[in-house]
């Protein structure tokens, strides 16, 4: 995904896991970390990211298993 930066140095981002589900009902936890970074651990999160790209991690849990998916980011300027 690509967000525009509306003052050339960042970006508040939205990162959304509500499309993430379990096949029995049982309740997800979530985790959002960039390298070693941790940016949020609730379904929704929305972050300030600088100029750049960015790959973020989603990890879901129930308990029993989990499963990953990684986001890339693109924050530019207008310019870019």
């Known amino acids: 995904?690509?967000?525009?930066?509306?003052?050339?140095?960042?970006?508040d981002?939205?990162?959304?896991?509500?499309?993430s589900a379990d096949p029995e009902g049982a309740p997800l936890t979530y985790r959002w970390v960039?390298?070693?970074t941790e940016?949020?651990?609730?379904?929704?999160?929305?972050?300030?990211?600088?100029?750049g790209r960015h790959e973020i991690t989603l990890t879901v849990t129930d308990g029993q298993a989990?499963?990953?998916?990684?986001?890339a980011v693109w924050v530019i300027t207008p310019a870019m």
């Open 39 to 51: 940016l949020g651990a609730a379904r929704v999160v929305r972050v300030r990211l600088p100029v």
């Open 13 to 19: 981002v939205v990162l959304n896991g509500s499309r």
């Open 66 to 71: 989990r499963d990953q998916d990684l986001i």
């Open 34 to 36: 960039e390298g070693t």
């Open 1 to 11: 995904s690509e967000i525009i930066s509306p003052n050339n140095r960042n970006a």
